[in-house]
């Protein structure tokens, strides 16, 4: 399984449509940069939240944190409280190839300013706008920004397809096009 380069991303970008909108170049002039890299692809942050905003005291159980324990917020920044996090959306919709799987790693920008991104690998044939956690581990308020880069996303093909794809299991974050909620057993119900 090996890294795959810009020729590779740009070339799937372009007939695949595996990335959208693409960049096919990097934009960094006066913006968190964002678009395609050496090895990798920086995704950009649309401008919809979910400021995770829970009752004083009792526990968190992630698999039924109620909806109402997060306030909606749309604009061009958002201001994440302090040791707190806010999920987000990325601007671009991603179709991942049946034998590529793909990593997503916070921008050094944001993470010398506390934040740390989270996003678990999107698997062979997972299609849809990511949601991302952006969670602030400083004692400030840390302002993100919408329409510039957040994470850098790298691509990983194997030798051989996979015989049972994201697709094929019938995922349930398969084709979302909003910031999802986390889907378990006892939320879906």
């Known amino acids: ?4 380069p810009d020729t590779w991303i740009r070339r799937k970008c372009e007939q695949d449509n595996m990335i959208e909108p693409f960049c096919a170049q990097q934009i960094a ?7 395609l890299s050496s090895y990798g692809y920086d995704l950009r942050l649309a401008d919809e939240f979910k400021i995770f905003t829970p009752p004083e005291g009792g526990l968190i159980d992630p698999k039924a944190i109620p909806p109402e324990y997060y306030r909606d917020h749309k604009g061009q920044h958002c201001d994440i409280p302090p040791n707190t996090y806010v999920l987000g ?25 506390g934040i740390l991104i989270n996003v678990t690998p999107f698997e062979p044939e997972w299609e849809g706008y990511p949601t991302i956690s952006i969670a602030n581990t400083s004692p400030r ?3 993100v920004y ?11 093909q ?3 397809p996979c015989e049972v794809s994201y697709q094929d299991r019938k995922g349930k974050y398969q084709t979302q096009t909003k910031i999802e909620f986390a889907k378990t057993d006892r939320s879906e119900g």
């Open 1 to 4: 399984m090996a890294i795959k």
């Open 29 to 35: 002039s006066g913006k968190i940069s964002y678009g």
């Open 89 to 113: 959306r990325t601007l671009e919709y991603l179709r991942i190839p049946r034998d590529v799987l793909t990593l997503c790693l916070g921008k050094s920008t944001y993470a010398r300013a």
């Open 141 to 143: 308020p840390v302002r």
């Open 146 to 156: 919408a329409e510039e880069g957040l994470c850098q996303l790298l691509f990983f």
């Open 158 to 160: 194997s030798d051989e």
